[in-house]
């Protein structure tokens, strides 16, 4: 990465949360992480950590950790502010945006020196389409990138996990003996993964798969994300049949692949369910929210492991993957569903995919290895050499352009 010719100073503002400086630090981006940039042009960081903290009442939206001269530096055009949200990616929620435009103009903050940092490709888009030119949107995705780090071969773990990943042991398709089988994890209680599981129930594939799924139990701390026993309309009128007597089959007590440790999908791969596995179905974060385009790092440890894969995930999730460097198994996988941008009318599709792989899979599983091993083994070896490399060209090398764009000339740009 080229040395731009002014300084980029990183400014932080908040205690904690500072993903975007810490993730250009471990990359090795010429930047500089000071509390007193002086009369420098300089980037403030204000970590957003939760996307509606920016609607919220208190803190002004988070915009009190600002000073007096952070502000004054931003009406000036001596500051840009970047609203760090490169741990999420969420939709366009207007009374949230509306609530950070009314606090910027209090505090006579042009809205064009804000960066909104997220992970979500759209964003920006839709943002556009509803209130024209204001806030810049960047993409930057922390997660992802932090697995990439602790994958590769040479760079080993940042931050979390502390342990380099252990592959001793591990290769796809190594078990040969005993039934074809395929690993679904699941943790958030979110609407697609109830319907996934349950659709495993009706067609019979629990039997054949190795499935976490924590319910509504106590045991489950993210059990609250959706009350399961009222459903959006949307949802009752595409796929209320199969959510019908749901407090007759919802789990109440988490259902772990290691009863022991449990799944931990952000800090952990477990190579062991991996490797007792011939296909994976990818239970994404995203489905139903409208306008997200993101993978987050349950997408790139699937991949990354080298089993076909499923992606149960928003739009474009395996274009996106491609993108990335890896195969996505075209041949033996029919990812028809990938670009449906209607959760609706792509869910089926998704279902559909499964069940095809799945059958192709059960019928012949040694020729199922034998068409998927050049592909599986390549993206093993892309994750331990070649991933880290192409997110620092695709997502990390272009931000740090940007700020060298600010730094040397005051402009932001999209």
Same mark, same amino acid.
């Given at each position: 990465m080229s040395r731009p010719s002014s300084e980029i100073l990183l400014v932080p503002r908040g205690e904690a949360g500072h993903f975007l400086p810490a993730a250009l630090g471990w990359m090795g981006a010429p930047i500089t992480v000071t509390a007193d940039p002086g009369a420098a042009r300089h980037a403030l960081c204000l970590p957003v950590l939760d996307f509606v903290r920016l609607g919220f009442p208190e803190a002004n939206g988070r915009l009190d950790l600002l000073t007096a001269g952070d502000v004054e530096n931003l009406r000036t055009g001596r500051a840009a502010l970047l609203l760090d949200l490169s741990n999420e990616g969420p939709g366009l929620h207007a009374p949230t945006f509306e609530a950070l435009h009314r606090n910027l103009d209090g505090l006579g903050i042009p809205r064009g020196r804000v960066v909104l940092v997220s992970q979500n490709r759209l964003l920006r888009l839709d943002y556009e389409r509803l209130y024209g030119e204001g806030l810049r949107f960047w993409t930057f995705?922390?997660?992802?990138?932090?697995?990439?780090?602790?994958?590769?071969?040479?760079?080993?773990?940042?931050?979390?996990?502390?342990? &380099?990943?252990?592959?001793?042991?591990?290769?796809p398709f190594a078990r040969t003996t005993g039934p074809a089988r395929f690993l679904c994890q699941n943790a958030a209680l979110r609407w697609h993964r109830v319907l996934l599981y349950r659709w495993f129930q009706l067609n019979g594939l629990d039997r054949d798969g190795l499935i976490s799924f924590? +319910?509504?139990?106590?045991?489950?701390?993210?059990?609250? +994300?959706?009350?399961?026993?009222?459903? &959006?309309?949307?949802?009752?009128?595409?796929?209320?049949?199969?959510?019908?007597?749901?407090? #007759?089959?919802?789990?109440?007590?988490?259902?772990?692949?290691?009863?022991?440790?449990?799944?931990?999908?952000?800090?952990?791969?477990? #190579?062991?369910?991996?490797?007792?596995?011939?296909? #994976?179905?990818?239970?994404? #974060?995203?489905?139903?929210?409208?306008?997200?385009?993101?993978?987050?790092?349950?997408?790139?440890?699937? *991949?990354?492991?080298?089993?076909?894969?499923?992606?149960?995930?928003? &739009?474009?999730?395996?274009?996106?993957?491609?993108?990335?460097?890896?195969?996505?198994?075209? +041949?033996?996988?029919?990812?028809?569903?990938?670009?449906?941008?209607? &959760?609706?009318?792509?869910?089926?599709?998704?279902?559909?995919?499964? *069940?095809?792989?799945?059958?192709?899979?059960?019928?012949?599983?040694? *020729?199922?290895?034998?068409?998927?091993?050049?592909?599986?083994?390549?993206?093993v070896a892309h994750a331990r050499s070649g991933l880290l490399r192409q997110l620092d060209r695709v997502m990390v090398a272009p931000l740090v352009a940007r700020l060298a764009r600010f730094a040397e000339t005051g402009a932001i740009v999209p």
């Open positions: 995705e922390f997660f992802p990138l932090q697995v990439a780090l602790w994958l590769d071969a040479e760079a080993g773990p940042r931050l979390f996990p502390e342990h &380099p990943l252990d592959r001793i042991g591990y290769a924590h +319910g509504i139990g106590t045991d489950n701390p993210k059990a609250g +994300g959706i009350n399961v026993f009222h459903r &959006p309309p949307e949802i009752e009128a595409a796929f209320g049949p199969m959510l019908a007597d749901i407090e #007759t089959w919802i789990p109440r007590q988490a259902q772990r692949i290691d009863a022991d440790q449990g799944t931990d999908m952000v800090l952990t791969l477990d #190579t062991q369910a991996y490797g007792e596995c011939d296909l #994976t179905v990818i239970s994404e #974060t995203d489905f139903f929210e409208p306008g997200v385009e993101r993978i987050t790092e349950k997408s790139l440890k699937a *991949a990354a492991i080298g089993l076909p894969f499923v992606t149960v995930g928003a &739009p474009r999730a395996v274009a996106r993957l491609s993108e990335l460097g890896f195969h996505t198994f075209e +041949g033996l996988i029919d990812h028809a569903y990938d670009p449906i941008a209607d &959760p609706i009318e792509r869910l089926p599709q998704v279902f559909r995919a499964i *069940a095809r792989a799945w059958a192709d899979c059960k019928a012949d599983r040694p *020729a199922w290895h034998r068409r998927a091993r050049e592909q599986a083994e390549a993206n």
